[in-house]
């Protein structure tokens, strides 16, 4: 995969753990340190994202929505 560069700037303690990191071999070099912890906290964002939509539903009126689909669903079926 393609990837781009870009420049970050940091503040010194954060670049010494990560260079700490990168010597226990935690991770081959800053570049990969640094885009696996941009994955991380995408991924939580996202997750976090979603988890606040659904906090938004209402639990009774999905409920009633899936049941009347369900009910739909149920007679479409022919009966044996």
Known sequence: MRKSKIAITL?????KELDRLV??????????????????KLNRMNSTRLAEECAKLDPEFEKTLTEEGLSEELAEWPEY
């Open 11 to 15: 503040d010194p303690d954060t670049v």
């Open 23 to 40: 010597k226990e071999r935690a991770f081959p070099n800053r570049s990969s340190a640094i885009e696996v912890a941009v994955k991380e």
